[in-house]
């Protein structure tokens, strides 16, 4: 969330590698969260705003890959911008909790680490992008980037062609694993990895139980029921 006092909600991102069962796993724990009385919502980046949605369009279908990492970190920045003021801000000061599905771990990995990107630009966009509203709990879901891509590719409407990112190699894929990872581990009280090469209940019966640990004291009486 929320280095202030008037953000009473609690921000938890979904981040990883392409395919590794973000999505999946939200709607699992929305349910079970929403079970526990709690008042939930699921977004997503790029997007969760009309405007970012538009910004979301442009960049996944390669509109502004010709442009390079950078300004691509800046159109990924602005759409954040978008959807912390008109969503995530009014929501976690309306004490909801929002499950996001990606945010600036990802520019820091997919723009930052890949695209070459010094660590001060990352610091310096996400300080004035995000103006404080910082995750209170980071979920790195990881499996090796062969896989993923796999499931990606199978989620796909037939003939469907990959995104600007989905396309890229199996390197560029591997990189980005490595970014994460160092991502978790230089910030473990905010990040934790969690192996997603697993069935979804099993993945999702884990991240129930690191939600609970990490945050169930703000939560009205979680039950872990596996
Ligand atoms: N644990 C799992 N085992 C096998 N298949 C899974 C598992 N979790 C999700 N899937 C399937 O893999 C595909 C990708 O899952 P999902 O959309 O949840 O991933 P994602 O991380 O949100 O993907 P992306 O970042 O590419 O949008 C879907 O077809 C989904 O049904
Ligand atoms: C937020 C954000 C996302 N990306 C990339 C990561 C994915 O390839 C796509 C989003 O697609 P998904 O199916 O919704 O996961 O965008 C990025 O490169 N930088 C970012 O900041």
Redesign the pocket.
Known sequence: MSDGANLRGRFIT?E???????????RLLESRLRAAGLDVVVTREPGGSQRAETIREYILGGGARALGPMAEALLFSAARIDHIDSLIRPALQAGKWVLC??FADSTRAYQGANGKLGDDVMQALEQVTLAGVRPDLTLV?DMPPAI?LQ??A??RAAGAPADRF?SEGLGFHARLRKAFHQIANAEPRRCVIVN?????P??GADIFRIVDERLGDAAPAPAITR
């Open positions: 979904f990883g590698g392409e395919g590794v069962g973000k999505s999946t796993q939200i599905d990606r879901l993923g499931r990606a199978s989620r989905e997603a090469d697993r069935t979804a099993e993945v």
